[in-house]
């Protein structure tokens, strides 16, 4: 035989599951309401104007008592915020900079390199331009000494 | 000195027969430490490191030491409103684990906690001012030619206007936009609380300087009276004996109850310019002097709907598709809630892998 007990979740969930079917539709029925949306608007015009006033009293109460206000204290961490900025500039201007002077470097290795090629090429040509002229030197040379030995 | 040895009262609860009573006593005990005792579950636990801070904001890259095996990274930005560890709520339930582990560069762009001093902080100077240098820090770090911007909820909003406005001088791959509000012709609720005849917004402002987490979600909440405030107990009562389901609850409770200020300035911009003027998908929005066209859009994109969604309205992300220049543009819908469509286990099994897909898709 099973024994007979409460369950408090149950009980809650099924009350829950009930009144939420009943009330839904009419709950949000009154959401959409303009006059929802007007009171809404009342309520927060309400709850602005007392942290307006809260705002200024304690605004006065911090000044009377020579204690920083928000302000105050906002207008320094702005100023640091600002330095932030201006390092964070910095920083990209430097990164900019150093990829500008690293493609320079680049760009002057290449035209060296290729400098380099012109050059080897240019010893290239003049060695084989002298070979050239130092060989008819070599068989006047040749010829002059067979001259001399008659 | 008086002092009580309760062992005997334990000892005889203990022995009492195993009936429903004693569970329902049982049950009640676990209702009270979930709701009072037990510690908050620690959130966003894929490992990390800052690679660039602004101000308050910080950018992170998830996993830096895994392998990626994708070319394109993915920038995520958040909302000014709650914090973006939903991305990343549990391992497990992580959306940016889940990225980095299939071999994904994440990078996320976290607005961090606005100061009184930030009140005077507008949308714009976000969107001009932080994306596209984080975007630049992030394809200098990965080394990439591109990226994949993602934006969720009024994260992917900056996203898309910010895509807009740099289309052409960065090298945006892919955009992927989550519930993304684009169209504010019919907000629901929201377009008659905000209604400018009722809704006194520049006296909240100038009094409040930055709007409280509080003030946000007692509008949030009320979209959904009963379900938000009883609901969400009844709940977790009826489900106290599974444990997943208890982390899960209080996961989501941590994360909707640890909201930030929204930045003065940039509340006014953004219910004034979108909410009270719709100007964005009437190409009316104006962005530190230029006039933000979304037909500029080339990008691959992937918007993504959800069909349960009360906060941000199927009909409010739908019209983009029409608007951008895209060829390569899908538009998602999926069953889900405005935060189910990215947490939980369907979201993990269903979710998850599609974006992943396109991704990948996309950034061959």
Request: charged fraction near 25%; glycine fraction near 4%; aromatic fraction near 10%.
């Amino acid at each position: 035989m099973s024994q007979s007990s409460f369950d408090v979740f149950a009980l809650w969930k099924e009350i829950y599951n009930r009144t939420e079917s009943v009330w839904q539709d009419a709950i949000q029925e009154t959401l959409e309401k303009k006059s929802f949306a007007e009171s809404l608007g009342q309520i927060q015009s309400q709850y602005v104007q007392y942290q307006e006033l809260v705002n200024k009293m304690t605004e006065s109460y911090l000044k009377q008592a020579n204690i920083p206000t928000r302000d105050e204290i906002a207008n320094v961490a702005s100023l640091i915020v600002n330095v932030d900025s201006k390092i964070d500039q910095l920083e990209d201007e430097f990164d900019e900079e150093r990829e500008r002077i690293f493609k320079e470097i680049d760009a002057l290795k290449k035209s060296v390199a290729s400098l380099e090629k012109k050059l080897d090429k240019v010893i290239d040509l003049l060695n084989k331009s002298l070979e050239t002229t130092e060989e008819p030197q070599t068989s006047v040379a040749a010829a002059a000494n067979k001259a001399v030995s008659k | 000195m008086v002092t009580l040895d309760t062992t005997p009262i334990q000892e005889w609860i203990e022995s009492l027969p195993k009936n429903q009573a004693f569970e329902t006593l049982e049950k009640l005990k676990r209702f009270n430490e979930v709701l009072f005792t037990d510690p908050e579950p620690e959130v966003g636990q894929t490992p990390k490191e800052v690679i660039w801070t602004k101000n308050k904001a910080k950018l992170y890259r998830y996993q830096p030491y895994k392998e990626k095996t994708n070319k394109v990274p993915i920038l995520i930005i958040y909302a000014l409103i709650n914090r973006p560890y939903i991305l990343d709520l549990y391992p497990g339930n992580s959306f940016i684990e889940y990225l980095t582990d299939c071999g994904h560069d994440v990078y996320l762009l976290d607005w961090g906690t606005a100061g009184y001093e930030d009140r005077h902080l507008k949308l714009e100077d976000y969107i001009v001012d932080y994306i596209p240098r984080a975007a630049k820090k992030v394809l200098k770090t990965s080394g990439a030619k591109e990226i994949t911007m993602f934006g969720y909820c009024m994260g992917g909003t900056m996203t898309a206007i910010f895509t807009a406005l740099y289309q052409k001088k960065l090298p945006i791959r892919n955009l992927i936009l989550l519930t993304s509000p684009i169209d504010f012709e019919d907000a629901g609720l929201y377009t008659k609380w905000l209604d400018k005849r009722y809704f006194k917004l520049d006296n909240i402002v100038e009094t409040l300087g930055n709007v409280p987490s509080d003030f946000i979600d007692f509008g949030n909440k009320l979209l959904n009276p009963l379900s938000n405030t009883v609901g969400v107990y009844v709940n977790i009562a009826s489900n106290i004996d599974n444990e997943d389901k208890v982390l899960n609850w209080k996961l989501m409770q941590k994360w909707l109850n640890d909201g930030v200020p929204f930045p003065g300035e940039a509340y006014r911009q953004w219910i004034r310019d979108f909410y009270q003027e719709n100007k964005l998908i009437n190409d009316e929005l104006v962005i530190r002097g230029e006039r933000v066209l979304l037909s500029n859009i080339t990008a691959n994109l992937l918007n993504i709907v959800a069909t349960r969604d009360n906060i941000v309205l199927p009909q409010q992300i739908e019209p983009l598709n029409d608007k951008v220049s895209s060829k390569n543009k899908t538009l998602h819908v999926v069953n889900a809630g405005h935060v189910s469509v990215i947490t939980g286990k369907r979201a993990v099994a269903e979710r998850y892998p599609y974006i992943e897909q396109w991704i990948t898709e996309n950034s061959k």
